[in-house]
């Protein structure tokens, strides 16, 4: 009798382009498992609206394998551990996973492959990290030449099929429910009912996105609009392929503007790749010596800033979207941390915790990157003198239409007043002017230096 192999599922939630699952149900019988590993990732243990995003992305995933003929085994502990108790109950000696780049699952992978035979397939990225190479054999640091790179690489490979049918092994595991992933009273996630997770609703908000990919070049920066593609945390969860992505899209984003940012997904990959520890490090050792402000104004400002009442509108619109839906329009994430970082010189550090444990696509790799990139402190990154005025930002990019749903107070006001901060009832004053935020920010930037 053939020995069953495991597949071990993470971030790649899907049975379309799966590598691992193709593989393994070519071998014979299958244990299909996922380990929540909340020993293993320490800090970086996955945020309260990621664990919600999980818990349906996991039984939308248990749905499609049981029509395949296999249960989704679910285990509780340590990733080695787990799987080599798993394998000694079922006879497995063989683990087929999608390789990683975040730190605690390379080392997790290193752990696993001491006492199990352990295959790692690409699939999670257009390309390897460490595939895409200088001329001279290095790694890239700057995104503009790693994309000219990884563009000379593409098309990537056309996605897989699906196993028509999987052989199961038997094994057993916890009930989902049992877990207790969703939050508790009072529930937060209300309004996080605008998403479908799981493959088929990854491939559905493709299938819209593909219908004005086409005007996504110009309609992207615009809160008021759905310009965006609503992917990211699809992407992250593994539950729709990179792959799958470019061949659904290629055709219309003939610009490549939006397969550009698929291609920033890898260079952040690439990033943490080289710079495990990117979450906490400046890239930039120059800004070890930025004195960020601290005590209790700094805490008071930096919890204003998580409400939603900083008394700058496009900001507060941005937070509280975030808050209530666990994700926040693109061009407002830049505009949002650049004015914690700048305005209110908080530590970059603090915003990607935040972040983190808000954001139902809270990638490790790209929230870790663009924070950096914002505030200026990393291997690529924005000069941390380009401060954004948050008025100029929200008038030019028309967030009228955002701001009214999302800062009801000020809903009233007409398309022109609406952006500026002023006395209406219910909504808090400016934590402080753009100019005096500026300078302040400046003043700290030049005493680094």
Request: charged share 25%; hydrophobic share 40%; with cysteine.
């Amino acid at each position: 009798m053939t020995a069953p192999s495991i597949v071990w599922f993470r971030q790649d939630l899907r049975l379309s382009d799966q590598a691992a699952l193709a593989a393994a149900a070519h071998e014979g019988p299958v244990v299909a498992l996922y380990v929540l590993d909340d020993e293993s990732p320490g800090e970086d243990r996955i945020g309260a609206a990621q664990r919600w995003w999980l818990h349906h992305s996991l039984k939308a995933l248990a749905a499609d394998l049981e029509v395949k003929g296999v249960p989704l085994v679910l285990r509780r502990g340590e990733s080695a551990a787990e799987l080599k108790s798993v394998a000694k109950a079922t006879g497995a000696t063989r683990v087929h996973a999608i390789r990683h780049c975040e730190p605690w699952w390379k080392a997790a992978e290193m752990r696993v492959a001491k006492s199990l035979d352990l295959v790692l397939h690409g699939g999670n990225h257009l390309a390897a990290p460490d595939a895409v190479r200088t001329q001279t054999g290095g790694r890239y640091r700057i995104f503009t030449p790693f994309w000219r790179a990884l563009s000379d690489m593409m098309p990537p490979s056309e996605p897989m099929r699906p196993p028509a049918r999987i052989e199961d092994a038997g094994a057993k595991g916890d009930t989902l429910a049992d877990w207790n992933l969703l939050p508790a009273k009072p529930d937060w996630s209300k309004g996080f009912d605008v998403w479908t997770p799981g493959e088929a609703g990854a491939h559905a908000a493709l299938d819209a996105f593909a219908d004005h990919v086409a005007d996504y070049g110009s309609a992207r920066d615009l809160p008021s609009e759905g310009g965006t593609s609503h992917l990211s945390p699809h992407l992250h969860f593994g539950e729709v392929s990179p792959a799958a992505v470019w061949h659904r899209l290629a055709a219309h984003d003939r610009s490549h503007a939006f397969l550009r940012e698929i291609g920033w997904r890898d260079f952040a990959a690439n990033t943490i790749d080289q710079f495990p520890d990117y979450a906490r490090r400046n890239g930039r050792p120059a800004y070890d010596k930025l004195e960020w402000r601290t005590g209790k104004a700094s805490d008071c400002d930096f919890a204003t800033w998580t409400r939603g009442r900083t008394g700058y509108p496009i900001v507060d619109a941005g937070m509280r979207q975030l808050w209530t839906t666990g994700w926040m329009h693109n061009r407002v994430r830049m505009i949002a941390a650049s004015f914690l970082v700048k305005h209110l010189l908080i530590d970059w550090r603090r915003g990607e915790r935040w972040f983190w444990d808000t954001l139902v696509d809270a990638d490790y790799g790209n929230n870790s990157v663009n924070w950096q990139w914002i505030a200026g402190s990393g291997v690529d990154a924005s000069l941390f003198s380009r401060i954004m005025a948050p008025l100029v930002q929200s008038a030019k990019f028309d967030a009228s239409g955002y701001i009214r749903e999302w800062v009801p107070e000020r809903a009233h006001l007409g398309d022109n007043a609406i952006h500026e901060p002023g006395d209406v009832p219910g909504y808090p004053a400016p934590l402080i002017g753009h100019r005096e935020g500026r300078e302040r920010a400046l003043a700290a930037y030049a005493a680094a230096r």
